[in-house]
């Protein structure tokens, strides 16, 4: 059965920053989109991140563009996102998901087949 287990998440002041983890395990994803999404308290789910299977590609909401970056190991099924001048508006429940695309930079959730349990990301202010 195939699963995505986040790590990484945990408390931080703004400013500081955080590390991601994402592994799959029970098949491989290394030929999917992988992104990551997140949820905050009574808000929607929202695309942060996601990543072609070679790594060639990424996008990024604007609210993170150029203070988070994804990448990935397809090696280790692992994706990685790597969060930097992190803010309280980042507060929030992190999701890892897998696509049904190779290549196309679907920001769409529903465009996506597997999903994490979700990693928690609180940041102080």
Do not use: H
Request: net charge positive; hydrophobic share 35%; charged share 15%.
């Amino acid at each position: 059965q195939a699963q995505l287990v986040e790590s990484g998440g945990g408390l931080v002041q703004a400013g500081g920053s955080l590390r991601l983890s994402c592994a799959a395990s029970g098949r491989t994803f290394s030929r999917n989109v992988m992104g990551w999404f997140r949820q905050a308290p009574g808000k929607e789910r929202e695309f942060v991140a996601n990543i072609a299977w070679s790594g060639s590609s990424t996008s990024y909401a604007d609210s993170v563009r150029g203070r988070f970056t994804i990448s990935r190991d397809n090696a280790k099924n692992t994706v990685y996102l790597q969060m930097n001048s992190l803010k309280p508006e980042d507060t929030a429940v992190y999701y890892c998901a897998a696509s049904n695309t190779m290549s196309v930079l679907t920001r769409t959730s529903g465009n996506y087949d597997y999903w994490g349990q979700g990693t928690q990301v609180t940041v102080s202010s």
